[in-house]
C-alpha cells in the first residue's frame, strides 16, 4: 500500500476542561450567627446589670421621699427576675422593700413591704400591696405606755406563746402585789386590740372577775380590753388587718391600697377618729 493510500490521521477531540466548583461556605452561616446571638445576649445582660441597681434605687429614693423617711434610712429593694423585660412591658411583677428599725412616732419596728404587679407608668394601681411591722418587746412597751392609759406604771412585757404578758404591781393597803396580765393580741377595724385572757397574783392565777372584785376600781382599769389606734403612724392607704406573736416578736400585718403608689392622699399618714 502506497503512502498515498494511508488512513488520514484525525485530530485527537479536545476535551473541555471541567469549570472548577464554587464551593458554597454555608459552614460560616451558623457561625456568624452564633457570634451575633452572643454579642446580643451579652449585651443584654449588661443592660440587666445596669438597669436592675437602677430600678431598685428609684423606688428607694421614691419610698424616702414620699414617706418622709430621714435619707439615711436603709431600705433594702428586691426586684426578683429580669427587668429589662418588665420594665418593657410597663409593669414590674414583683417588688419586695424591707427595713429595719424605721421610726414612725411611737410605733417603731422592722419594715417589710410586698407588691405585686407594680406599674412604672401611668396612674394604675398596684395589683396587689401588703406590709408588715414587726416589734421586739422594748418596741411594742413603747407604744402601749404611749397609747394606753394605765393607773400603774408597766414594769415589763413578755412574749408567751400566743400571748403578751405584762407585768405591773398593783398597791394592796400597805404593799405591792405583783400582777401578770396575759393579753391576746387582734386587730379590730383597723385598731390594736389587746385583749385580757388570764392573770396572775404574786405567780397565782386567778380568774380575771375575782381579782377586779377583790383590788376594786384600779384592777378594773387594768384587767380590760387594751385597745388603740394607730392609724396616724402609718400611710393612710395601709390598715392593719391582723396582729399576732410569732417567737418573740410582735406581728402587725397590713393591707395596703394598690393606689397608693400613684395618690398622694394615700400617701399620707391617716388619721384616728375618736
Do not use: H
Not at 27 to 49: D, N
Not at 127 to 136: E, N, Q
Not at 153 to 168: H, Q, Y
Request: hydrophobic fraction near 50%; proline fraction near 7%; charged fraction near 20%.
Amino acid at each position: 500500500m502506497s503512502s498515498d493510500e494511508r488512513t488520514p490521521t484525525l485530530p485527537l477531540p479536545v476535551i473541555a476542561r471541567p469549570e472548577p466548583v464554587k464551593r458554597r461556605r454555608r459552614w460560616l452561616w451558623p457561625v456568624v450567627i452564633g457570634s451575633v446571638l452572643l454579642l446580643a445576649i451579652a449585651a443584654w445582660f449588661i443592660g440587666e446589670a445596669i438597669a436592675k441597681p437602677l430600678v431598685s434605687e428609684r423606688i428607694r429614693a421614691k419610698i424616702v421621699d414620699e414617706l418622709s423617711l430621714a435619707s439615711d434610712q436603709e431600705l433594702t429593694v428586691t426586684v426578683p427576675g429580669l427587668v429589662l423585660p418588665q420594665l418593657i412591658a410597663g409593669t414590674l411583677n414583683e417588688v419586695a422593700v424591707s427595713s429595719a428599725d424605721v421610726d414612725l412616732g411611737p410605733l417603731s419596728g422592722d419594715v417589710t413591704v410586698r407588691a405585686a404587679g407594680v406599674p412604672i407608668r401611668g396612674d394604675v394601681s398596684a395589683d396587689s400591696i401588703t406590709a408588715s411591722i414587726v416589734l421586739d418587746d422594748a418596741q411594742l412597751l413603747a407604744l402601749v405606755e404611749d397609747q394606753v392609759t394605765l393607773p400603774v406604771p408597766i414594769e415589763s412585757l413578755e412574749f408567751d406563746g400566743d400571748n403578751v404578758v405584762a407585768s405591773a404591781e398593783l398597791d394592796v393597803i400597805v404593799s405591792q402585789v405583783p400582777v401578770s396580765l396575759a393579753l391576746t393580741p387582734g386587730a379590730a377595724d383597723g385598731d390594736v386590740i389587746l385583749r385580757p385572757t388570764s392573770v396572775s397574783v404574786a405567780g397565782v392565777a386567778v380568774p380575771l372577775d375575782v381579782v377586779t372584785e377583790q383590788f376594786g376600781p384600779v384592777a378594773g382599769t387594768i384587767i380590760r380590753d387594751w385597745s388603740f389606734c394607730i392609724a396616724e403612724y402609718v400611710p393612710a392607704a395601709a390598715t392593719l388587718a391582723d396582729l399576732r406573736v410569732e417567737g418573740d416578736r410582735l406581728v402587725a400585718d397590713f393591707d395596703v391600697d394598690g393606689a397608693i403608689i400613684s395618690d398622694p392622699t394615700l400617701q399620707e399618714n391617716g388619721s384616728c377618729t375618736a
